[in-house]
């Protein structure tokens, strides 16, 4: 069985809602071509979960993160340690253009800007991202 596992970096619930339905459509398409495929989905709402528990913790792995900046705790999820989870398999998917500069002043090479004024459009663009990081 091949598992993706996709760790998302975001705490507002209505960016959350739409992308967990793309991550449903997508893995329909994945169990179609490969019927023991599936996603798995960790998420994270907190900048101090990342400080506290991931980049504490060395055995979790994941293929791929999608990582926002910002955090209503008035925080930065770019506290993520990004060398121990290759910044090859990131993509920045903030709502501010700013801020996704950041992330690829960092090393990050793939973007998809969120427009919450087109929040389905964004999560398009952020499967397409998600879909080249994975080979698809």
Not at 1 to 13: G, Q
Request: hydrophobic fraction near 40%; aromatic fraction near 8%; proline fraction near 1%.
């Amino acid at each position: 069985m091949k598992t993706i596992r996709i760790l998302i970096l975001e705490d507002d619930l209505l960016t959350l809602a739409t992308l967990l339905h793309k991550f449903h459509l997508l893995e329909e398409e994945l169990i179609k071509s490969n019927p023991s495929s599936d996603i798995a989905v960790t998420i994270l709402s907190e900048y101090t979960q990342v400080e506290e528990y991931l980049n504490k913790t060395n055995h979790i792995k994941f293929d791929v993160i999608l990582l926002d900046r910002d955090c209503k705790a008035c925080g930065s999820f770019h506290c993520l340690d990004l060398d121990k989870y290759g910044k090859d398999r990131i993509i920045s998917i903030s709502s501010t253009p700013k801020w996704n500069k950041e992330a690829v002043e960092k090393g990050i090479k793939r973007v998809a800007y969120k427009d919450y004024s087109q929040i389905d459009k964004s999560a398009d663009r952020i499967i397409k991202e998600l879909k080249v990081v994975l080979g698809f």
